[in-house]
């Protein structure tokens, strides 16, 4: 098929920007992130077997039952960002390593030991009133924060051609973000047993999952996705995309998320507001998560409309549908409505992505799967 150049050259662009397609391998000796990313990781799961192992044997119903619930509470939370990483999409590969280094060294290496000593802390200063209302909040939104952004930097360090736009730092954060919360949210059934001396395991394991749970939806997976595009914006690894008021004012806002989420009772007073204001933080906090989201995804959605433009122009993809795939939500069920069918429309949508997939891993050259993409695409296309 043949092409407009200019067009050709904006397609090409776009994959070398964005790095899409592109293997990502682990295995790094000669990469001083790989070590430092090691170094985390194999100190966290030593502080976990520690914290755990003496009384693992006793409280082994409560762990069991807090690894599967909260192993199950995962798979909805995978299929949410599945989803949303359909730009310019990144390997599972590097997704797995975030969520390893959220769940392992930002919990237990760097978050659980600096929790301790910062608590302390605030107990002296301010004594153990001060620290009980607002210890948590001081606390956490810096440390927390920045050792699960500090997966992202590493990742950088691993994958610099992969992880590019806020847009990555979004994914990205909301993946590290995610085991963190995950792990924590285990560590929090064990100390729920253990405060009950081991009465009642799955018990508690429940009650916790049904207070974590309900509290996740807008926990750690949101605050470093905020955190994670926020420093993206800062470093500006993609030209024309960088913003340090934006990036600084995102971080800023994803750490007071957080303070005010973990110091809800001191900012509450008791009474009626108690009942009243995790609600409100939870809008806000939706609400500004769907703005940095909207945001972040500019670029991606820029490369993304680059990289199909020679399809559209070659009369693969109707313009209806381009704008469908390198769209907003609005724009996708405008498509729908056009095609009158839900069904259709997805399939079409998928069909796109997966030929923008294979366009991409193929760096713009025409290979048998970019073929069979393209084939199947307007196979799909054909009227019914």
């Known amino acids: 098929m043949t092409a407009v150049p200019q067009e050709r050259a904006a397609q090409l662009d776009a994959i070398e920007q964005s790095g899409w397609g592109r293997p990502y391998p682990f295995l790094q000796p000669h990469n001083l992130a790989f070590w430092v990313y090691l170094l985390g990781v194999g100190g966290g799961l030593l502080t976990m077997l520690r914290y755990f192992g003496a009384g693992a044997p006793f409280y082994a119903p409560a762990l069991a039952g807090g690894v599967v619930l909260f192993g199950l509470y995962l798979v909805p939370w995978l299929l949410l960002l ?43 200063v301010g004594g153990t009133s001060f620290a009980a209302d607002w210890g948590a909040g001081l606390t956490a939104p810096i440390n927390e924060e920045w050792g699960k952004a500090l997966g992202l930097v590493l990742l950088i360090g691993l994958a610099p051609r992969l992880v590019r736009s806020a847009y990555d730092g979004f994914i990205i954060g909301a993946f590290i973000g995610l085991g963190f919360q995950v792990f924590e949210d285990v560590l929090y059934v064990y100390n729920g047993a253990t405060q009950l001396f081991g009465v009642d395991q799955f018990g508690s394991s429940l009650r916790v999952f049904a207070v974590r749970g309900a509290a996740g939806i807008v926990s750690h997976a949101l605050f470093s996705a905020i955190f994670c595009a926020g420093l993206m914006w800062l470093l500006g690894r993609t030209p024309g995309e960088r913003n340090r008021l934006r990036g600084v004012l995102t971080m800023l806002t994803a750490m007071l998320f957080h303070f005010a989420w973990d110091d809800m009772t001191g900012l509450s007073g008791g009474g009626v507001w108690a009942a009243i204001l995790p609600f409100v933080i939870a809008i806000v906090e939706l609400t500004f998560l769907f703005w940095v989201l909207r945001h972040a995804a500019r670029q991606e959605r820029a490369w993304i409309r680059a990289l199909l433009a020679p399809e559209a122009e070659a009369g693969t993809i109707d313009p209806p549908l381009l704008d469908a795939v390198s769209g907003l939500r609005k724009d996708r069920r405008r498509y729908r409505k056009h095609l009158h069918s839900r069904r259709r429309a997805n399939h079409l949508i998928e069909a796109t992505n997966d030929l923008a997939k294979e366009i991409a891993t193929a760096r713009g050259a025409e290979t048998p799967r970019v073929t069979h993409a393209r084939a199947e695409l307007l196979r799909l296309s054909r009227p019914q």
């Open 82 to 124: 599945r989803h949303h990483n359909r730009f310019t999409a990144q390997p599972a590969g590097l997704l797995l390593t975030g969520f390893v280094w959220g769940g392992i060294a930002a919990t237990f290496w760097i978050a659980l030991p600096a929790n301790t000593a910062l608590q302390a802390i605030w107990a002296k």
